[in-house]
């Protein structure tokens, strides 16, 4: 069984940045492609980021391309977002996920973090 724990938000002023991190243990996720996604209240859950296996290959949504970097270390089964140049609309609680279908482009995730908050003030 595969689980992941998200830890690295909080509250944080507009301009400013974060870096939430995902650790994932049970198994060796460098074959599952993975990302970060977000749900902010009242709205549905969007793609935010997402990296293949291996790391080569990367992804974002319009909303915060040139702002987010995803990043993994499979060697720690770990997955990152650097947030820079945080937005009030960036706020929203944030996920990591796997996908143990896909090894390129996370399509179909089946392994979800409890999330964690990023809270942006104006």
């Known amino acids: 069984q595969v689980q992941l724990v998200e830890s690295g938000g909080g509250l944080v002023q507009a301009g400013g940045s974060l870096r939430l991190s995902c650790a994932a243990s049970?198994?060796?996720?460098?074959?599952?492609?993975m990302g970060w996604f977000r749900q902010a209240p009242g709205k549905e859950r969007e793609f935010v980021a997402g990296?293949?296996?291996?790391?080569?290959?990367?992804r974002y949504a319009n909303s915060v391309k040139g702002r987010f970097a995803i990043s993994r270390e499979n060697a720690k089964n770990t997955v990152s977002l650097q947030m820079n140049s945080l937005k009030v609309e960036d706020t929203a609680v944030y996920y990591c996920?796997?996908?143990?279908?896909?090894?390129?482009?996370?399509?179909?995730?089946?392994?979800w973090g409890q999330g964690t908050q990023v809270t942006v003030s104006s």
């Open positions: 049970g198994r060796r996720l460098s074959s599952y492609a």
């Open positions: 996920a796997a996908d143990p279908y896909n090894s390129m482009v996370i399509r179909t995730p089946e392994y």
């Open positions: 990296i293949s296996g291996s790391g080569s290959s990367t």
